[in-house]
């Protein structure tokens, strides 16, 4: 007889009450939706989990290029030339510069640095590499005047973290001086390890990941789209990867931090327990996301000379 697969779920009670209160408004099955329904449930959800600005932070708006949105924090007190790029994340299909906006305000504050956040091109309208290319963009645009960034994204945006900075290394691109991938998809592979063990779990789904991909229409094995397919990770510059124990990312967290040490890379490397996938806007509601963005934010501001 067939045994019912259980679903993993963690036994913290802030984070569950994160979930059921995340699915209210965007359902589990979202994905069937259209793109416009989609992205209508997410910017509801995002607009539940809003917090207060920062004290004295400022935000000023811009294009680059004359057509990609950014937005610029600039917190009360700055101590470091040392800029954060922010990239959100969304399956490369849903988010904005509002998404993450508190999120974006708070890791200024606490770092005591500006940051920049990028509204990249969204799939399916624009598949791969326009978003990459955006990201890249920005990145080049942020070192004309010569300061340092730490680039920085979570789940899709921690994708285009790790692919840009490949990419920057490739062509001697200097200025990024750390990065800091949370709850990355890198491109693992979907019949293994956490992709198999986590595929029903809270939050995001491995039937998720492979739609969100098949949207997006990266090439396979290219390394700027699926980072774990880069064979030398040498020369990257210090990172910081969050992931979390209920997500099928977590084995990309995992593997890219540990080949990532063995190249050599000062990495730091955390993995949050009881957390699900998208834990950051759990950080005012559960004492285990908490903690995980206060060790976050501590990391970025070592990144950034702050710390």
């Given at each position: 007889m067939?045994?019912?697969?259980m679903?993993?779920?963690?036994t913290e009670?802030?984070i569950?009450?994160?979930?059921?209160?995340?699915?209210a408004f965007?359902?589990?099955?979202?994905?069937?939706?259209?793109?416009?329904q989609?992205?209508?449930?997410?910017?509801?959800l995002?607009a539940e989990?809003?917090a207060?600005?920062?004290?004295g932070?400022?935000?000023?708006d811009?294009?680059v290029?004359?057509r990609?949105?950014?937005?610029?924090?600039r917190?009360?007190?700055?101590?470091?030339?040392t800029r954060i790029?922010?990239?959100?994340?969304g399956?490369?299909?849903?988010?904005?510069?509002?998404?993450?906006?508190?999120?974006?305000?708070e890791?200024?504050?606490?770092?005591?640095?500006?940051?920049?956040?990028?509204d990249?091109?969204?799939a399916?309208?624009?598949?791969w590499?326009?978003a990459?290319?955006?990201?890249?963009a920005?990145?080049?645009?942020?070192?004309?005047?010569?300061?340092?960034?730490v680039?920085?994204?979570?789940?899709a945006?921690?994708?285009?973290t790790?692919?840009?900075v490949?990419k920057?290394?490739?062509?001697?691109?200097?200025?990024?001086?750390g990065?800091?991938?949370?709850?990355?998809?890198?491109g693992g592979?979907?019949t293994s390890?956490?992709?198999?063990e986590m595929?029903?779990a809270?939050?995001?789904?491995?039937?998720?990941?492979?739609?969100?991909?098949?949207?997006?229409?990266?090439?396979e094995?290219?390394?700027?789209?699926?980072?774990?397919?880069?064979?030398?990770l040498?020369?990257?510059?210090?990172?910081?990867?969050?992931?979390?124990?209920?997500?099928p990312?977590?084995d990309?967290?995992?593997?890219?931090?540990a080949r990532?040490?063995?190249?050599?890379?000062?990495v730091t490397f955390?993995?949050?327990?009881?957390m699900?996938?998208?834990?950051l806007?759990?950080r005012?509601?559960?004492?285990g996301?908490?903690?995980?963005?206060?060790r976050?934010?501590?990391g970025?501001a070592?990144?950034?000379?702050?710390g």
């Open positions: 067939d045994q019912a697969v679903k993993p779920m963690p009670e802030g569950l009450a994160f979930h059921r209160r995340c699915e965007y359902p589990a099955d979202a994905v069937d939706a259209s793109i416009e989609q992205r209508k449930w997410y910017d509801a995002c989990f809003d207060p600005s920062p004290e932070l400022t935000r000023e811009g294009l290029d004359g990609i949105p950014i937005r610029r924090y917190p009360a007190a700055i101590s470091t030339d790029y922010y990239i959100h994340g399956g490369f299909v849903v988010g904005s510069l509002d998404s993450h906006d508190a999120i974006c305000a890791l200024a504050d606490f770092a005591r640095a500006e940051l920049v956040s990028i990249y091109r969204l399916p309208e624009h598949v590499p326009a990459f290319e955006d990201c890249y920005v990145l080049n645009f942020l070192f004309a005047d010569g300061r340092p960034a680039v920085v994204g979570d789940s945006g921690g994708n285009l790790a692919g840009i490949l920057a290394r490739a062509e001697r691109l200097t200025g990024v001086v990065q800091a991938l949370i709850y990355p998809g890198l592979d979907l390890g956490s992709y198999v595929s029903e809270p939050g995001l789904t491995t039937a998720d990941t492979s739609y969100y991909r098949e949207i997006l229409q990266a090439p094995g290219n390394p700027f789209a699926a980072p774990l397919a880069e064979k030398d040498s020369g990257l510059p210090p990172t910081y990867i969050t992931g979390a124990f209920f997500d990312l977590r990309d967290a995992r593997i890219y931090a990532l040490a063995m190249a050599g890379v000062n955390r993995e949050e327990p009881q699900i996938h998208a834990w806007r759990a005012h509601m559960s004492e996301a908490r903690e995980g963005f206060r976050l934010a501590d970025i070592v990144l950034v000379g702050t």
